[in-house]
């Protein structure tokens, strides 16, 4: 900040017809800023050269249906040197806007309500938040992944400093963590919505929340400190650039300043809510109320307005109407009230509020230390004590009104609780969310509300109401190490029989090739000079396997199955007869019908039983014949169901491990990988989940899998949304993946999904795969990993 004084009026823009929502301090021209409404419109406003107070519109964005509530400032890039502005609003769209047109470049769909937050990062990346508990990460006209768990409408959302690290917080009371799209860490101790966030530096930030309190919290959890001061709902945070001071704006008509951790100065403003703030490039502070006025404040004499728009505004000030149910100045009761002879005490803090008893009316006064004075801030009308009894009783709380609404003709009458100092638009859409109604009655409900209670204070509800939006696995690996896979056989005991103890997958093409170990591949012979390693599209199956200890185990097995599992000798003939064949691909013979039927079948054998099954499957789905039947139609679904079952995260690792392999090995069949891209979504989404088993061959086949997915999404741009999720999933594995054969099919899977893709670089590149990928390229044992990581770097420079 420019110095210790105290800010003052700069100016007072009558700017919209609505409520201010949203304020953002633009990128060019120097010393301007963005505000939305209301209104429907957003608005670019620059500073008057002519008037050294005033700021001039320069321009009006209309492109939203609806209410707009939020804003941000996309980074200018060599595309558009002067930044870009998106903006959120009720219509459940994003709208971009350049600053040398009125409509928008283009909109962003895909959330099912209200876009309340956005946030912007580098590479053009924009967060956004919604009423629909989501948030979602788009780049360029794409949405790239949708972040999901927070079971409330998501009121804020922020994009930390650190590549790839991204915070949501809820109405659920809860601020979430996301890392390459998955969550990382939940805070808890907010006891209300939390309504905006705010970074302080690379490991800190703010929040604030419904609950009246402010939160300085370390991105590891640990929340540091707790700031106290506003009297009703905080909606909005902006901190300075020294990254300790900072302010705040909320439901108690104030702004507040904050500095060294205490409240150093409080504005009162002539409006109800004080929606939204930002700082200025030169230190001035924008706020924007429900009453459509922007105002501006600063700590530059040079910049203060006139005396006569001070003496308006201070005039303005006196002349509100303060309702005491807005939760900031208590019960009142006005015979115990002083009269005007105590304002002839100083105050001992700034914003300090004092009601004084003038005849039969009450007047609020707040102390200006600048001033060394007390400043009127408003009239009292209707102390709790006066209105209680006109209060209306439903479902156990008290209510301003209580509405009967008809919708279905016949059918019951619903009841709409509501008080004047609720905002009419949350009641309305949490009134049609609680009866199961459309939400295109939002207009009208609210509008409902409005006419039917005119004449009153309207504002988001104190916060003693209830708000209308409040609302490690079980598995633990064994004791061997990752190095040790299963160890010595946790099935049967040493020298049996050992699903996954053979290598860890070929690749068709075979000859000196990287995935298949061994002698097959030296770095000494064949330098990385041209890139060896991505794309790769060919895909790697999991191919070995030791068909006499598969059966003498099928076997041992069937003997002490239940009965009602226990398969006829016909039917182990089958299976047996079905394993060689499709061991030997190059055979003539068929699979039949029936030992495909025998096959899937004996796939729902009990888990603990189940697993030279599913090594029989693993291989029989490489056969075309298999592939076709057991992929394809209604079977593919109900393949796919039954393997994601065993993948679960209770589930046995040598299960995990076999189905993980067996959907790999699908994408040898044109009917395999038509199925699992139909998938995708869910099937990666539950293997990435058991990054956190224990088990180099459980990560190995989890590589595979994003490995082969990637080389199907190779030279398709249009699936940026699939790419995402590779990345995201490839991403997040390799924090804890230690094995480096998994590193390093993670790392060709990387290389395959930004090859020839420069918007999947750009997202790469914003979720910090860069950074993260950087200490592999140092690994020289083996040395495919650090040049195939080398090779990665390269491509996203």
């Not at 558009?80 to 903006?87: D, K, Q, S």
């Not at 905002?423 to 459309?438: E, G, I, T």
């Not at 190995?700 to 199907?712: D, I, K, M």
Request: charged content about 20%; glycine content about 10%.
């Amino acid at each position: 900040m420019s110095g210790s004084n105290s800010y003052r009026l700069r100016c007072s823009l009558p700017a919209h017809e609505m409520d201010v929502r949203g304020l953002a301090a633009a990128a060019f021209p120097d010393g301007a800023f963005v505000s939305v409404s209301r209104d429907r419109t957003a608005r670019v406003w620059v500073p008057n050269p002519s008037e050294n107070q005033a700021f001039t519109e320069m321009l009006c964005m209309n492109g939203h249906s609806n209410f707009v509530s939020c804003v941000c400032i996309i980074a200018p890039n060599e595309t558009y040197p002067r930044g870009l502005i998106a903006t959120g609003g009720h219509d459940n769209n994003i709208c971009v806007f350049s600053l040398d047109r009125p409509d928008p470049l283009f909109t962003l769909k895909g959330h099912k309500n209200t876009v309340c937050t956005l946030s912007a990062g580098k590479f053009g990346t924009i967060l956004s938040g919604s009423w629909d508990t989501t948030a979602k990460v788009w780049l360029g006209e794409k949405c790239m992944m949708t972040l999901q768990g927070h079971t409330a409408a998501v009121w804020a959302v922020l994009i930390l400093p650190e590549q790839g690290l991204m915070l949501s917080g809820s109405a659920d009371k809860t601020i979430k963590l996301w890392k390459a799209g998955r969550c990382e860490n939940t805070y808890t101790g907010h006891e209300d919505c939390v309504r905006g966030l705010a970074v302080i530096n690379d490991v800190e930030f703010f929040s604030c929340s419904n609950d009246a309190s402010i939160r300085r919290w370390l991105v590891t959890g640990e929340c540091v400190q707790i700031y106290y001061g506003h009297t009703n709902y905080i909606y909005s945070l902006a901190v300075f650039p020294n990254g300790q001071d900072f302010i705040s704006t909320g439901e108690d008509r104030t702004l507040r300043v904050w500095r060294k951790g205490e409240c150093s100065q409080t504005i009162r403003l002539p409006a109800q809510s004080v929606w939204c703030c930002c700082i200025l490039p030169n230190g001035d502070i924008a706020v924007g109320a429900s009453d459509g006025i922007i105002r501006v404040f600063t700590e530059s004499e040079d910049r203060v307005a006139s005396a006569q728009d001070l003496q308006a505004f201070e005039d303005e000030l006196s002349k509100a109407i303060i309702d005491p149910k807005t939760g900031d100045l208590g019960d009142i009761k006005i015979e115990d009230l002083p009269g005007r002879e105590h304002l002839s005490e100083p105050g001992n803090r700034d914003g300090q509020t004092r009601l004084i008893k003038e005849g039969s009316n009450v007047e609020a006064y707040q102390w200006s230390m600048s001033d060394g004075r007390w400043v009127k801030i408003g009239d009292v009308v209707g102390g709790s004590s006066q209105q209680s009894s006109k209060r209306v009783m439903y479902e156990g709380k008290e209510y301003d009104f209580v509405f009967t609404i008809d919708v279905n003709e016949g059918g019951p009458p619903m009841k709409l609780p509501y008080n004047v100092t609720d905002d009419p638009w949350l009641v309305a859409h949490n009134f049609l969310q609680k009866n199961d109604l459309s939400p295109m009655f939002l207009d009208q409900v609210a509008n409902f509300i409005i006419e039917n209670t005119k004449g009153h204070t309207l504002g988001p509800a104190p916060a003693s109401a209830t708000d209308p939006f409040t609302g490690a696995g079980r598995y633990i690996p064994g004791s061997g190490g990752d190095n040790q896979g299963f160890g010595a056989d946790p099935f049967t005991g040493a020298g049996r029989y050992i699903p996954g103890s053979e290598s860890t997958g070929t690749v068709p093409s075979g000859g000196a090739d990287p995935f298949t170990g061994g002698s097959a591949y030296s770095s000494s012979s064949q330098k990385a000079t041209t890139n060896i390693f991505f794309p790769n599209t060919d895909g790697v199956m999991f191919e070995q396997a030791n068909t006499t200890q598969i059966l003498g185990k099928l076997r041992e097995l069937n003997n002490t199955a239940p009965p009602d599992h226990k398969l006829s000798d016909a039917a182990l003939d089958s299976l047996e007869k079905l394993l060689v064949l499709v061991t030997d691909l190059k055979s003539q013979e068929q699979p039949t019908a029936e030992q495909i039927s025998v096959l899937w079948r004996t796939c729902h054998w009990p888990e603990d039983i189940v697993f030279p099954v599913l090594d029989i499957l693993r291989l029989a789905v490489r056969h075309p014949e298999v592939n076709a039947q057991l992929c394809g139609g209604t079977e593919g679904a109900s393949l796919c169901n039954h393997l994601l079952g065993l993948m679960s995260p209770e589930g046995r690792p040598a299960n995990q491990m076999l189905a993980l392999r067996t959907l790999c090995n699908c994408f040898s069949g044109s009917h395999g990988r038509a199925l699992l891209l139909g998938h995708r979504d869910t099937v990666l989404s539950r293997a990435g989940d058991l990054r956190a088993v224990c088990n180099k061959n459980i990560h190995v086949a989890l590589a595979t899998l994003v490995l082969n997915y990637a080389g199907r999404l190779y030279g398709q741009p249009a699936e940026i949304e699939a790419k995402a999720q590779c990345l995201s999933v490839a991403s997040t594995a390799l924090e804890v993946v230690q094995d480096k054969e998994a590193v390093f099919r993670l790392l060709v899977a990387l290389g395959t999904t930004v090859a020839r893709d420069n918007t999947a670089k750009d997202l790469a590149r914003s979720l910090g795969v860069n950074s993260q990928i950087s200490k592999y390229a140092r690994v020289s044992d083996p040395a495919k990993v650090g040049e195939c990581c080398r090779l990665v770097l390269d491509e996203l420079q």
